[in-house]
């Protein structure tokens, strides 16, 4: 398993932006497929983007597709996600999780997860 330590989170208006990164313990790092899911009080953990192991391939749900976007650097092991246009919907705990080459959007895919960075955008 790897370790993940996620930062970034905070209060931002509605229209606003956030970035959130997610630093990697493993030196095998390069190896994972990275994704972000995000919790909201009360809901189940729902998937926001993922990067294959290259970086070349991103996904993202349709909730957030247009206004996120998901990036990693493999030399320094972080996995970023720039949030912008932030709505009142988008407020979750979110967490940055590691899995296997062809992990899918499932939370179950994925064995490594953070501590998760609170996100709330409130006027």
């Known amino acids: 398993q790897v370790q993940l330590v996620e930062s970034g989170g905070g209060l931002v208006q509605p229209g606003g932006s956030l970035r959130l990164s997610c630093a990697a313990s493993a030196y095998t790092f390069r190896s994972y497929t990275m994704a972000w899911f995000r919790q909201a009080p009360g809901k189940e953990r729902d998937f926001v983007a993922r990067?294959?192991?290259?970086?070349?391939?991103?996904y993202y749900a349709d909730s957030v597709k247009g206004r996120f976007t998901i990036s990693r650097d493999n030399v320094k092991r972080t996995v970023t996600l720039q949030m912008n246009s932030l709505k009142p919907e988008d407020t979750a705990v979110y967490y940055c999780a590691a899995g296997p080459d062809g992990a899918s959007r499932n939370p179950a895919d994925f064995r490594s997860w953070g501590q998760g960075t609170q996100v709330t955008v409130s006027s």
């Open positions: 990067i294959s192991m290259s970086g070349v391939f991103t």
